[in-house]
């Protein structure tokens, strides 16, 4: 079952990918996030796959949608399918390197020093409480960028009207 | 590491394979965040399937989050990015931003 999980999620990422119509790709996006979702709550991690669905698979696809609506028309784009054979070979390349490197080192991780206890909310405010204020910021510094480039943009469409 | 992190760290490989070839050879916009985004997937699942593996998963959920939470103001940024260039070049191509003027 998590195998077939596995292969959903990869199948439809690679869909987003190769897709020619954008539309289809952002929604083939938010599938790959549903498989990813059921696999996190399979492995028993709640908390990330409620994220995953909520905001990944449902906030982020209605943000594509709407730029994809609203720049429809001239998107027009002559993708070069010609690396298309190069690409996986230099990849799968990389990572027979990768793994014969990893191989020696992967012995040498220390493992943690206990197993956790508690319950998610004491890790997360408790143990990643610096990890909560940087999200704050980031969101913070995100609603202030897109603010002012919308902003910038509506300057610079009447200046242009004017002209 | 048992065999089951392995397995699922050859699916974190495809999908940060799948981003990356998305992020090198496409030209529309759109389809660069795409990429971004599927990378995202795979680091998400490389945490959470290491924080299963080793019996931390509490912590793994925590980081797993963040990289979400920064993964949206990302993409929300760059897709306002996306819409004003639109404006200005009428395309989302990227061979279009080679011209600084205006």
Not at chain 1, 27 to 52: D, H, K, Q
Not at chain 1, 106 to 117: Q, R, Y
Request: glycine share 8%.
């Amino acid at each position: 079952m998590h195998f077939f999980l596995m292969i959903g999620l990869v199948a439809f990422s690679i869909l987003a990918v190769l897709s020619r119509d954008l539309l289809r790709s952002a929604i083939s996006l938010a599938v790959a996030s549903i498989f990813l979702a059921v696999i996190f709550f399979r492995m028993n991690a709640v908390y990330a796959g409620v994220f995953e669905v909520s905001v990944v698979a449902g906030l982020i696809t209605v943000l594509f949608i709407t730029t994809i609506a609203l720049t429809r028309g001239d998107q027009e784009v002559i993708e070069n399918k010609r690396h298309l054979l190069i690409f996986p070979l230099f990849f799968l390349i990389l990572i027979i390197i990768d793994i014969l490197v990893m191989k020696n080192l992967l012995g040498k991780i220390p493992a943690m020093v206990s197993s956790e206890t508690g319950t998610f909310g004491e890790v997360l405010w408790n143990q990643r409480t610096f990890d909560l204020v940087g999200q704050i910021g980031v969101i913070f510094a995100g609603v202030l960028a897109v603010l002012a480039l919308f902003r910038q943009g509506g300057k610079n469409h009447d200046g242009g009207k004017n002209e | 590491m048992n065999n089951m992190w392995i397995l699922n760290m050859g699916f974190v490989a495809l999908l940060i394979g799948a981003g990356l070839y998305c992020l090198l050879t496409m030209r529309n916009m759109v389809k660069l965040l795409i990429g971004v985004e599927i990378i995202a997937k795979g680091i998400t699942l490389a945490l959470i399937a290491s924080g299963y593996a080793r019996d931390n998963l509490l912590v793994a959920q925590s980081l797993a989050i963040t990289v979400i939470v920064v993964d949206v103001a990302v993409i929300a940024t760059a897709l306002a990015i996306i819409i004003n260039i639109n404006r200005h070049t009428k395309s989302l191509d990227v061979r279009k931003l080679t011209k600084l003027k205006g």
